[in-house]
């Protein structure tokens, strides 16, 4: 049982290119997430799907677009890569969005922008 | 806004001794309080879930508690395998985000 599964796990780009990370979970769950994690800042929400077929912005949602692909999958797209989209980037599922389903979080993936 | 605050920073321990890290919160709403751990290079793995004040749940040495503004992560007599970091995030009334703390980085030294 795989779980959440990222890829890639590391990337670097320059500034301006464009990359998709992908995500997939094998646990049925009903709703995706993707997370960054900065240094010195806890995970803060970039766009969600509560069910397939819907996305909505989170937190930090500037410079992102995301695309729930069917129920197992759900990509984010960097359009135009900036410095300050390095971070590590987390994709997470769960059941639904109550507080009685918590979030399964995959390995993260890595990403430089120079 | 949602806040969480977690504390301390960083904790050293010797194995076997006993400590507890904090998580501070405001939040319009609590539906749930959550506790996860974090290994290097790792995605955040879940623990547990408070629901409401004078809530209490354990698993192995770790035993979470819940007041109406503070959630506390006791670890009895931990082992160099407890080291991690350790979230906390907090989940508001009609809401599908979760707030994150910053995490205390746990040391436990054989």
């Known amino acids: 049982n795989a779980g959440v599964t990222q890829t890639p796990k590391f990337q670097v780009l320059k500034t301006g290119q464009s990359m998709t990370l992908q995500c997939a979970q094998d646990?049925?769950?009903?709703?995706m997430y993707w997370y960054r994690q900065d240094p010195g800042m806890g995970l803060r929400l970039i766009y969600y799907?509560?069910?397939?077929?819907?996305?909505d912005k989170g937190e930090v949602p500037n410079g992102y677009n995301v695309s729930r692909l069917n129920k197992r999958e759900f990509s984010l797209r960097l359009e135009s890569a900036a410095p300050s989209q390095t971070s590590v980037y987390f994709c997470a599922s769960s059941e639904g969005g109550t507080a009685n389903s918590p979030l399964h979080f995959g390995n993260g993936t890595r990403l430089t922008v120079t | 806004e949602d806040q969480v605050t977690q504390s301390p920073e960083a904790l050293r321990l010797q194995e076997g001794e006993s400590s507890s890290l904090n998580c501070s919160y405001t939040v319009s709403g609590l539906r749930g309080l959550f506790w996860y751990r974090q290994d290097p290079g790792k995605g955040p793995e879940f623990l547990f879930t408070?629901?409401?004040a004078g809530e209490e749940k354990e698993k192995e040495r770790l035993k979470a508690t819940l007041t109406k503004k503070e959630s506390f992560l006791h670890i009895t007599a931990p082992k160099p395998e407890d080291s991690a970091t350790y979230l906390c995030a907090v989940q508001g009334a009609g809401s599908y985000q979760l707030t994150f703390g910053k995490g205390t980085k746990l040391s436990v030294i054989p």
């Open positions: 408070l629901y409401s």
């Open positions: 646990m049925n769950h009903n709703s």
């Open positions: 799907s509560a069910s397939e077929g819907t996305t």
